[in-house]
């Protein structure tokens, strides 16, 4: 297994190995990707795209779908978590001037949670990775471009690998710090 480069008996410090460095990168992978977002999707969309064969109303609901997880995506790249004056943790959305809203935060500065560049980007690629997996799946393809399918077939091949890997470059090049809604609490901001 992976663990930490050994040291000479002369006490300087380890360096992280490269399988340690990989399982932290595809932690944090796990992490940002938005795999509750697609697992709802996926659970859901068959029923919403009547397997592939959609009428109007199935066209409504999946874009309803396609609308709501999409912005969920972006919405998790923006909230943080914090542990309150009261020993709870709290959850809030980053703003400019820090995280917002919270009752229990008399002894914690919410001014350190303030929204960065990085979170824009996550969300970007948040969405694109969700983008990708949603409207390249069968189904969604089947119901609103059904002829894409058959005449783009190395497009629906190629793109999601090339999004994923792009998008895992980013995320363990430039890991974020945020630990947003159904994430542990940090203890620093």
């Known amino acids: 297994m992976g663990g930490t480069s050994k040291s000479s008996g002369s006490g300087k410090s380890t360096q992280p190995s490269i399988t340690d460095r990989t ?9 940002l990707l938005p795999t509750g977002t697609v697992f709802l999707f996926q ?5 919403l795209t009547n397997n592939g064969h959609c009428h109007t109303i199935n066209k409504y609901l999946t874009g309803i779908l396609l ?11 923006f909230t943080d978590s914090y542990f309150g004056s009261d020993g709870m943790t709290h ?8 995280l917002w809203p919270s009752s ?12 960065r560049v990085g979170d824009f980007v996550h969300a970007f690629l948040s969405l694109t990775v969700f983008a990708v997996v949603a ?3 069968s189904n969604t393809v089947d ?5 894409f399918e058959s005449t783009e077939k190395l497009l629906l091949m190629v793109l999601p690998p090339v999004i994923g890997a792009i998008s895992s470059t980013v995320f363990m090049v430039f890991p974020n710090k945020r630990h947003g809604i159904g994430y542990p609490a940090s203890q620093t901001p």
């Open 23 to 31: 399982f932290t990168g595809v932690g944090n992978l796990i992490k």
């Open 43 to 47: 659970f859901l969309n068959p029923v």
């Open 67 to 77: 609308g709501v997880c999409g912005f969920s995506c972006c919405f998790s790249s």
């Open 91 to 98: 959850y809030g959305v980053a703003t400019k001037n820090g």
């Open 104 to 115: 229990a935060s008399e002894s914690v500065n919410l001014s350190a949670y303030k929204l």
């Open 135 to 137: 409207l390249l799946d």
């Open 143 to 147: 119901c609103f471009y059904p002829s």
